[in-house]
């Protein structure tokens, strides 16, 4: 492998100066140099037009008033000259093996797309660097189900990927209506029409720190990051639904022959799943209605529904909302006794349970309660006794 890969990487930064130098020596320290590096700067007030001006000839950097990321990297996008890009942030570190790791993956053949690997966090150090703290734990996925976990959960970061440039869906980057997430929605794409591939080991470090971070017109501080991601993610899947087909729901290689009602049935039971993980009640309570009308005697390997229906109360900010609706609360609680067999209501209530007992999660009093009268609705009190244990 030569000493350039034909990767360009794309940084959109604002008021990050005192990362930024950090960030791109990383980049210039790849076992295998990227192509290019092109950095936008979007609009900072702070030094970072300094810190770009003395790696002037190493990196191409780019001046615009503040518009956002999707806004930055969409306009340098069309500049990239490498084969592949990496999408990576100011504030993070690479780990020297990253284009070396990824480019052997993808130059092994032409059938994959996208590749994307494991990472560090880490915090700010005593002198300034950045300091491990520990492993992400991000997933291997199947490609069979790999657009249902992302819509379950998001794992994958731009910073640990490496894509195919001529491969990405549409032909460009972000979604310049999205204020945040528009990574997310940039992997949901793929994760539709593509093929992605888990390169081993770990490839960056996510620094978290504290401060302010995102655009100019959407400031905010780490601890608002959690409820953030919930807001726009929330927007990306309800994009998604619009327009996905029903068999998006399923796993690529599941077949089910001439079993229509177990087809309806599990590709609807993880559509609702999805729903309620992100909020989108409304959403749910129609999806749920529908399987309510569906004849479940006759579905086969019942078993499988259950366990995906445990997983559907797991988000705690999307239960918290729940409990503080209470005309929502009620609707999805008749939705549910209408809609699942007896199996799969205890399903749902157990996955409620689980997330209650989450010492992550706090609940308060009132939301406490709430909890109780959900799991009372779905199991009654002898149920709720013998599933969950609790007397």
């Known amino acids: 492998m030569s000493n350039y890969g034909d990767v360009t990487v794309l940084i959109s930064t604002f008021n990050r100066a005192q990362y930024l130098g950090e960030c791109i020596e990383s980049l210039l320290a790849q076992t295998v140099l990227p192509k290019q590096i092109l950095i936008v700067n979007d609009g900072s007030t702070d030094a970072t037009l300094s810190v770009l001006e003395k790696y002037k000839g190493k990196v191409e950097f780019y001046n615009q008033e503040n518009a956002g990321k999707a806004v930055a990297l969409n306009r340098v996008f069309s500049k990239a000259s490498g084969k592949y890009v990496w999408i990576f942030d100011d504030d993070d570190v690479a780990l020297?093996?990253?284009?070396?790791?990824?480019?052997?993956?993808?130059?092994?053949?032409?059938?994959?797309?996208?590749?994307?690997?494991?990472?560090?966090?880490?915090?700010?150090?005593?002198?300034?660097g950045?300091?491990?703290?520990?492993?992400?734990?991000?997933?291997?996925?199947?490609?069979?189900?790999?657009?249902?976990?992302?819509?379950?959960?998001c794992f994958l970061t731009t910073q640990g990927m490496l894509i195919r440039k001529d491969r990405i869906p549409g032909g460009y980057l972000f979604d310049e209506q999205l204020v945040r997430s528009q990574d997310y929605d940039l992997f949901i794409r793929l994760a539709r029409f593509r093929t992605g591939f888990m390169v081993e080991g770990h490839s960056y470090i996510r620094r978290y720190h504290v401060g302010e971070r995102g655009s100019m017109s959407d400031r905010f501080d780490i601890n608002e990051i959690e409820m953030k991601w919930y807001k726009y993610e929330k927007i990306v899947v309800e994009k998604f639904v619009k327009d996905a087909k029903l068999?998006?729901?399923?796993?690529?290689?599941?077949?089910?022959?001439?079993?229509?009602?177990?087809?309806?049935?599990f590709a609807l039971a993880q559509k609702a799943?999805?729903?309620?993980?992100?909020?989108?009640?409304?959403?749910?309570?129609?999806?749920?209605?529908?399987?309510?009308?569906?004849?479940?005697?006759?579905i086969e390997n019942q078993r499988d529904a259950e366990d995906v229906c445990i997983k559907g109360f797991g988000k705690q900010l999307s239960v918290k909302e729940l409990l503080n609706n209470d005309f929502l609360l009620r609707r999805v609680c008749e939705a549910i006794d209408n809609g699942f067999y007896d199996d799969a209501r205890k399903a749902w209530a157990r996955g409620l349970w689980y997330t209650y007992n989450n010492e992550v999660v706090v609940f308060t009093f009132r939301e406490k309660l709430l909890v109780f009268y959900v799991l009372l609705r779905l199991l009654g009190i002898a149920g709720m006794m013998r599933q969950l244990k609790i007397f």
């Open 96 to 128: 020297p093996n990253f284009i070396e790791a990824h480019l052997r993956v993808m130059e092994s053949g032409d059938s994959i797309d996208f590749t994307y690997s494991n990472y560090l966090r880490g915090v700010d150090g005593e002198n300034g």
């Open 130 to 153: 950045i300091q491990v703290t520990g492993d992400a734990g991000i997933p291997c996925v199947d490609n069979n189900n790999f657009l249902i976990r992302l819509l379950e959960d």
């Open 247 to 265: 068999c998006e729901y399923l796993p690529k290689d599941r077949f089910y022959g001439e079993n229509e009602s177990g087809y309806f049935y």
């Open 273 to 298: 799943v999805i729903l309620a993980r992100k909020g989108l009640w409304d959403e749910f309570i129609y999806t749920v209605d529908c399987l309510g009308v569906l004849d479940k005697k006759n």
